[in-house]
């Protein structure tokens, strides 16, 4: 694990983690494979416009095959910084195009632990994939970031596709508030966006969404928007590559309030989630997650688990070496914060450690069977679905996925569709898009620490439902 920066001492170090996490929202980008999400966060972090064939997008990308075919694979998470008036620390007044002079700028943009540790407030953004092919990594995605929330991306040369209408229904189910970003408008003609408008402004006024839109034009408009994005959805028109509407859109983004509380977490007992896991030469294991409850320091004893098959000693003892947020090394981390961990473990140990786990300050009960009230999501060509025991489908719960099997249904309501149809088959419950129900779940793998309170989505094909965890046996 690279050791970049140390805030100067103490009192600062506690302020700095106290800072992220109370003072920086996690927002995912999400829209169509051509709508420009990479493009537009790589002008975003380096304050550089597009040349109108890639080059912000190749600043942020991870892997050659993600460059090469312009389609995001993996989830990728990037900081931007603001200062106390919401003026983003990365952008200049006057963006810069990437020409060959200028190309020198990008490669030198601030690094991710000088934005955090000069930034009054961070806005951290989950590009996510876009093509249908990923659509089950956008959803992981959803799941585990913690979103405050979602920047949906339009490209206003075509009307909405099925799967931006999928990212749209998916933040709303989940409580995401959405802001559209209408892209590329630089080289849309006046009657195509018109028709694109009017399809989105029909989404958002649908009944699964019920939004109202609210189009951002002037920065006096921020202030009405910013604390009511739970009834509205702003609309901003945007181009990477003459500048249009960015300096708008970053204003947006820095005068978002933070919707999540963790910092309220803090006095419960120590809870971090393992989202990713490295082998780093020189320093061992090292975790990457989300601490969702609680408080640590480094040196502290902790226990790693639930290990697979291990009957009752389903956590291993490791000691924490050293901890990161936003790669500046610090001695303790809180309720809030994404950070690495460095644990302390044998190369065996190491083997068993996995995505999905936590690190607890005690052990704590597993369990493989619990129940959720979920709601099953209506999209287009589910009309036939129906979901009765002894199905199995993937879930994902929080930083969780793995598949399981419905072992019980209750109905609580159910939807109009279904309301003409039989509730049950051969003595069975049957779920059909749009009912509410309590499902039993079983996990098939392993057992999982689980709290009541999870939240809950499941997928398989086109089938989407989304929940809370109500009971734990």
Excluded: W
């Excluded at 914060?337 to 996995?354: D, H, V």
């Excluded at 679905?385 to 719960?397: A, C, N």
């Amino acid at each position: 694990m690279k050791m970049t920066q140390t805030p100067p001492d103490k009192n600062n170090a506690e302020s700095f983690v106290m800072k992220m996490s109370k003072k920086m929202s996690r927002i995912a980008v999400v829209g169509n494979v051509d709508a420009g999400k990479s493009t537009l966060i790589g002008c975003l972090t380096s304050g550089m416009l597009d040349d109108g064939k890639g080059q912000c997008r190749s600043t942020i990308m991870k892997h050659q095959h993600e460059m090469e075919s312009g389609r995001t694979s993996s989830i990728g998470e990037h900081l931007l910084g603001y200062d106390e008036n919401n003026c983003s620390i990365t952008m200049s007044s006057q963006l810069k195009h990437t020409s060959e002079s200028s190309k020198h700028q990008l490669r030198k943009k601030r690094s991710e632990d000088e934005i955090a540790l000069v930034s009054h407030h961070a806005v951290s953004l989950f590009d996510l994939a876009g093509h249908e092919k990923y659509l089950k990594t956008t959803i992981s995605g959803i799941s585990k970031g913690m979103i405050d929330y979602a920047l949906v991306l339009v490209n206003s040369n075509h009307p909405p596709t099925h799967m931006t209408m999928e990212h749209i229904s998916l933040c709303s189910s989940v409580g995401i508030p959405i802001i559209i970003v209408m892209t590329k408008i630089d080289s849309c003609p006046e009657h195509a966006l018109k028709r694109t408008k009017e399809e989105v402004f029909n989404i958002l006024r649908s009944p699964g969404i019920q939004k109202k839109p609210f189009y951002v034009r002037k920065f006096d408009d921020i202030a009405i928007v910013a604390d009511k994005t739970s009834s509205l959805s702003p609309i901003i028109n945007v181009s990477c590559v003459s500048g249009e509407g960015l300096s708008l859109l970053s204003q947006l983004i820095g005068s978002l309030p933070k919707r999540r509380r963790h910092h309220n977490k803090i006095e419960r007992p120590f809870e971090y989630l393992v989202e990713e896991i490295f082998n780093v030469p020189g320093t061992g294991t090292v975790t990457s997650g989300f601490v969702n409850a609680g408080m640590l320091q480094v040196g502290e004893t902790v226990f790693v688990g639930p290990l697979p098959n291990q009957g009752r000693n389903e956590f291993l003892r490791s000691t924490v070496k050293s901890i990161e947020i936003s790669r500046v090394n610090v001695a303790s981390i809180v309720a809030g914060n994404s950070a690495t961990l460095a644990l302390s473990l044998t190369k065996e140990q190491r083997k068993m450690i996995r995505k999905g786990m936590v690190v607890l300050q005690e052990p704590n009960r597993t369990t493989d069977t619990f129940e959720a009230e979920m709601v099953l999501l209506k999209a287009a060509g589910m009309d036939g679905t129906t979901i009765r025991e002894g199905y199995q489908t993937m879930l994902h719960i929080l930083h969780i996925k793995q598949t399981a099997t419905i072992e019980e249904i209750s109905i609580v309501s159910t939807s109009p569709l279904s309301m003409n149809c039989n509730e049950y088959d051969e003595g069975s419950a049957v779920v059909r898009p749009g009912s509410r129900a309590v499902f039993r779940f079983k996990f098939i793998k392993q057992k999982e620490y689980l709290r009541q309170g999870m939240r809950v989505l499941f997928r398989d094909g086109r089938v989407r439902g989304c929940g809370v965890i109500t009971k734990v046996e």
